[in-house]
């Protein structure tokens, strides 16, 4: 994995704990994969070359009523799937092979403020407050699940981790420290005339 994915994301937070955490404990489900919270319409980059396996609904409303209407695209990265879920819009299609930091589609906003209420579940009622969008992002090291008795919209409803299903963080975290401006030719462009000027203007 080389792109981090996100579209001019300066903080790239990983979350390690709490909430958006992988496998953080919902109380009655666990947290599959790393939110990374991000405004609405943010550019989801290819973490790296693949091919599109699956293109699909993550959210909607006629499953939960808080829920919007998201999309998730299940890239195959060498041995590694990986889904990008709740997505608003893709811009990508199932058997398409994808280039490494190709857009795959935009960050959508899952929760319906409107519709959040006491019978929702409690993480939902936190998060309701800030209604935050974000990318979700599950590491599966075989078949991604998509389909489950146990599984609901990027959750788990067992203690057990479900087979095969990777934690995201160290890759995320590794990729995170990783620059990603875009190559330039040697001796021109805008890098080395800032180096130049840092250099010259130095204590
Ligand atoms: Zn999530």
Redesign the pocket.
Known sequence: MKIWPLKDDRKRAVPRSGP?SFWEDRVDRR?????LYAPCGTVVLALEKGVVTRVGIATSPRKNRYWNTTRYVVVRHGTVFVKY??LGRVDVRKGENVAPGREIGEVGLVLNKNKIDSHSPLYIRKLGGRNPS?L?LEFFREKPITRHRLYLG?NWFGAKKPEGLLDPTPILSKLKRKKSAPRRKRGKGPVSGDLRMRASGGR
């Open positions: 958006g947290h599959c994969g790393v939110d879920a709740e974000m979700h990027g």
